[in-house]
């Protein structure tokens, strides 16, 4: 090994020995041989340092170096498998505790097991493996010697925090819910609004984040602020608008006209009251005018009278006149317009009062004046008679006299229809009709028909006006042929379910007409009278084809007392006949041609005999003409 002496050291050299006391003998030193040994002497050393840090090196092969920590835990000396093992059991573990979210007054949980929270064992242990290894034997002493320390350090799926958390607050998170009006019973109710709530979702995964990652906690906490949303329709809105729908309908509402009074409940008008959707979120309170008309119809029964026309009587065969008189109405338009005011003034705040309806005027429409500037003309223009058997068929005649008089003195003003059902109705007990018979598809139903029998009497109008020379508008044939009216020109009445058949003609002259009805045992006669315009009335003979003959029948019955008869059916052939009616003016000129086609079916007559023993059985049917009584 060479050693250089620098110039510096020559002259350090230099200065030390001319410093020397005087007198002390100076002995020159070999700097050669010094530098040589040191040099040698260090070169050892190293070898020797060298020799050690390989054999050291060599010892903790894959180990971590004696004197680490790892979060407190000594894992010197200890393989990265065993020093886990080591960390493990020293610390707490990083999956038991769990993360706390608060949200609002509401909580949820997040597992840290259920993120994989743990510590990150692959960076502490690849810090611990490599403290000491990085500057030769003086690391590794000074590690030995000191110590070296790992800080913890904790890892956790990231993906499956996300999708905790968003799970969380998708939970607690709502969209607002506008309040809504809905009708229970007669009321309206208000189902309230629901505010929506949302977090910031993006915060709480930084405060998340921040909580795991601190090895120190077991358990963390972090808090959500909840921002509500409020609805678009609240719930003070919605119910602001039924309290105005209470206000109209919450209170009876008395209604006065001519003296008369009616009190209408709060559930009919809460009927009345609607609230329509007119856009999302807001009502119109919509009152009902056509249930006001219908209900005040009821009032007008007993308070409108109607107005009387002026007709005609007779005395000594001399027609006079009997005069009109007014009547008293409440106008329906006017009547609802006052309801619904009142409604509306409730509505918005108004107190309640009653309601005063105008009752106005009814003049008739054909007054005395009219009727007497015509007496002097006035004359019979048809006449029609039909008899009869009063009985159980038509009630003892009562089916024929009642709708008799109620016709009887009626005026039908120029351009007027007439309608018997509307004249003579209802056909009620209460209107004075009782149970008869009547033809049914084709039968007879000889009891329990009420006002069963009248025909007679429409029929008998029918002729005494078609005779007349007026135009007819309805006219239906029976079922089967009544031997008591003129073929082809009889006049049915029916009115049942959804099946209305009338007899209805239109006064087509310039001058009203006077019904007269007249009624005694056995007999109804109908004429028309009034100013005649010169029209003359020809009927054809009628044309009867498709003749189809009758029987009659015997049926043993066992619903009889042995021996006795029952007429279950009567006898009636078929057939069908037309009858041309022709009416011209006084000119001659033809302003009414109807020919009337009447399809009358066969109908099979029955008596039913009650039988003995011995007899066939019970609805054995022989012809009437072969059955042989028994004696007596």
Same mark, same amino acid.
């Given at each position: 090994?060479?050693?250089? &002496?620098?110039?510096?050291?020559?002259?350090?050299?230099?200065? /030390?020995?001319?410093?020397?006391?005087?007198?002390?003998?100076?002995?020159? &030193?070999?700097?050669?041989?010094?530098?040589?040994?040191?040099?040698?002497?260090?070169?050892?050393? =190293?070898?020797?340092?060298?020799?050690?840090?390989?054999?050291?090196?060599?010892?903790?092969?894959?180990?971590?170096?004696?004197? %680490?920590?790892?979060?407190?835990?000594?894992?010197?000396?200890?393989? #990265?498998?065993?020093?886990?093992?080591?960390?493990?059991?020293? =610390?707490?573990? #990083?999956?038991?505790?769990?993360?706390?979210?608060?949200?609002?007054?509401?909580?949820?949980? &997040?597992?840290?097991?259920?993120?994989?929270?743990?510590?990150?064992?692959?960076?502490?242990?690849?810090?611990?493996?490599?403290?000491?290894?990085?500057?030769?034997?003086?690391?590794?002493?000074?590690? /030995?010697?000191?110590?070296?320390? %790992?800080?913890?350090?904790?890892?956790?799926?990231?993906?499956?925090?996300?999708?905790?958390?968003?799970?969380?607050?998708?939970?607690?998170?709502?969209? #607002?819910?506008?309040?809504?009006? %809905?009708?229970?019973?007669?009321?309206?109710?208000?189902?309230?609004?629901?505010?929506?709530?949302?977090?910031?979702?993006?915060?709480?995964?930084?405060?998340?984040?921040?909580?795991?990652?601190?090895?120190? =906690?077991?358990?963390?906490? !972090?808090?959500?602020?909840?921002?509500?949303?409020?609805?678009? $329709?609240?719930? $003070?809105?919605?119910?602001?608008?039924?309290?105005?729908?209470?206000?109209?309908?919450?209170?009876?509402?008395?209604?006065?006209?001519?003296?008369?009074?009616?009190?209408?409940?709060?559930?009919?008008?809460?009927?009345?009251?609607?609230?329509?959707?007119?856009?999302?979120?807001?009502?119109?309170?919509?009152?009902?005018?056509?249930? !006001?008309?219908?209900?005040?119809?009821?009032?007008?029964?007993?308070?409108?009278?109607?107005?009387?026309?002026?007709?005609?009587?007779?005395?000594?065969?001399? @027609?006079?006149?009997?005069?009109?008189?007014?009547?008293?109405?409440?106008?329906?338009?006017?009547?609802?317009?006052?309801?619904?005011?009142?409604?509306?003034?409730?509505?918005?705040?108004?107190?309640?009062?009653?309601?005063?309806?105008?009752?106005?005027?009814?003049?008739?429409?054909?007054?005395?004046?009219?009727?007497?500037?015509? %007496?002097?003309?006035?004359?019979?223009?048809?006449?029609?008679?039909?008899?009869? $058997?009063?009985?159980?068929?038509?009630?003892?005649?009562?089916?024929?006299?009642?709708?008799?008089?109620?016709?009887?003195?009626?005026?039908?003003?120029?351009?007027?229809?007439?309608?018997?059902?509307?004249?003579?109705?209802?056909?009620?007990?209460?209107?004075?009709?009782?149970?008869?018979?009547?033809?049914?598809?084709?039968?007879?139903?000889?009891?329990?028909?009420?006002?069963?029998?009248?025909?007679?009497?429409?029929?008998?109008?029918?002729?005494?006006?078609?005779?007349?020379?007026?135009?007819?508008?309805?006219?239906?044939?029976?079922?089967?042929?009544?031997?008591?009216?003129?073929?082809?020109?009889?006049?049915?009445?029916?009115?049942?379910?959804?099946?209305?058949?009338?007899?209805?003609?239109?006064?087509?002259?310039?001058?009203?007409?006077?019904?007269?009805?007249?009624?005694?045992?056995?007999?109804?006669?109908?004429? $028309?009278?009034?100013?005649?315009?010169?029209?003359?009335?020809?009927?054809?003979?009628?044309?009867?084809?498709?003749?189809?003959?009758?029987?009659?029948?015997?049926?043993?019955?066992?619903?009889?007392?042995?021996?006795?008869?029952?007429?279950?059916?009567?006898?009636?052939?078929?057939?069908?006949?037309?009858?041309?009616?022709?009416?011209?003016?006084?000119?001659? @000129? &033809? !302003?009414?041609?109807?020919?009337?086609?009447?399809?009358?079916?066969?109908?099979?007559?029955?008596?039913?005999?009650?039988?003995?023993?011995?007899?066939?059985?019970?609805?054995?049917?022989?012809?009437?003409?072969?059955?042989?009584?028994?004696?007596?």
């Amino acid at each position: 090994m060479i050693v250089e &002496i620098t110039q510096v050291e020559r002259d350090q050299t230099v200065a /030390l020995a001319t410093e020397l006391p005087a007198g002390r003998a100076f002995r020159r &030193i070999d700097w050669r041989r010094a530098g040589l040994a040191f040099a040698t002497t260090g070169a050892l050393l =190293l070898l020797i340092l060298g020799a050690f840090a390989i054999g050291y090196d060599g010892i903790h092969s894959g180990k971590i170096l004696p004197g %680490v920590r790892v979060a407190g835990v000594q894992v010197g000396g200890l393989a #990265p498998t065993h020093a886990e093992a080591a960390v493990r059991a020293g =610390l707490p573990n #990083p999956r038991a505790g769990q993360l706390t979210v608060l949200l609002g007054d509401a909580t949820a949980t &997040i597992p840290y097991s259920a993120i994989g929270r743990d510590y990150d064992m692959a960076s502490m242990l690849g810090q611990a493996l490599s403290i000491g290894r990085g500057g030769f034997i003086v690391e590794e002493l000074r590690t /030995l010697a000191h110590g070296a320390g %790992v800080q913890p350090s904790v890892t956790w799926n990231d993906a499956a925090l996300v999708t905790q958390l968003d799970a969380i607050y998708a939970r607690a998170e709502a969209v #607002p819910v506008d309040a809504t009006i %809905v009708r229970e019973g007669a009321r309206y109710v208000v189902v309230p609004a629901v505010d929506g709530r949302a977090f910031d979702r993006e915060a709480a995964y930084l405060a998340a984040v921040a909580a795991l990652s601190d090895p120190a =906690l077991p358990t963390a906490t !972090i808090s959500s602020d909840v921002r509500l949303m409020p609805a678009a $329709v609240s719930s $003070v809105a919605a119910q602001t608008l039924v309290d105005r729908v209470e206000s109209a309908s919450g209170n009876s509402l008395t209604v006065n006209a001519d003296g008369q009074s009616m009190v209408i409940p709060t559930d009919v008008l809460r009927g009345w009251i609607r609230l329509t959707a007119a856009a999302p979120g807001e009502w119109n309170v919509a009152i009902a005018a056509d249930p !006001i008309a219908q209900y005040l119809a009821e009032f007008k029964l007993d308070v409108d009278v109607p107005a009387v026309n002026a007709t005609y009587t007779f005395q000594a065969r001399q @027609a006079t006149v009997v005069a009109d008189v007014n009547g008293l109405e409440i106008e329906t338009e006017p009547a609802v317009a006052a309801v619904v005011g009142e409604l509306e003034a409730r509505a918005t705040g108004a107190a309640p009062k009653a309601v005063n309806l105008a009752v106005s005027t009814v003049l008739p429409d054909f007054t005395a004046a009219e009727a007497q500037a015509l %007496v002097s003309r006035v004359e019979r223009l048809g006449r029609w008679t039909t008899r009869f $058997v009063p009985g159980p068929l038509n009630a003892n005649g009562v089916n024929i006299q009642v709708p008799t008089k109620l016709i009887n003195g009626t005026v039908v003003e120029p351009g007027e229809t007439f309608d018997f059902i509307d004249a003579a109705g209802p056909f009620t007990k209460r209107n004075g009709y009782d149970d008869g018979a009547a033809i049914r598809n084709g039968r007879t139903v000889f009891e329990g028909v009420l006002g069963g029998g009248l025909c007679s009497a429409s029929t008998t109008l029918f002729n005494a006006v078609a005779r007349a020379g007026f135009q007819v508008d309805a006219r239906h044939n029976h079922g089967y042929y009544i031997g008591r009216y003129p073929v082809g020109l009889d006049a049915t009445i029916w009115e049942y379910g959804g099946t209305r058949k009338t007899m209805a003609f239109t006064n087509d002259s310039d001058y009203p007409l006077l019904i007269r009805g007249m009624y005694s045992h056995g007999r109804v006669t109908f004429e $028309v009278w009034g100013v005649s315009d010169g029209r003359t009335v020809d009927y054809s003979k009628p044309r009867i084809e498709r003749e189809r003959e009758a029987t009659t029948y015997v049926e043993y019955s066992s619903d009889l007392p042995p021996g006795e008869y029952e007429r279950a059916e009567f006898e009636v052939d078929g057939f069908d006949s037309w009858v041309t009616r022709t009416v011209r003016n006084a000119s001659g @000129a &033809i !302003i009414h041609e109807n020919t009337w086609f009447s399809d009358y079916r066969k109908v099979d007559g029955l008596y039913k005999f009650g039988r003995s023993p011995g007899d066939p059985k019970d609805g054995t049917k022989v012809l009437a003409e072969d059955f042989v009584p028994p004696e007596g």
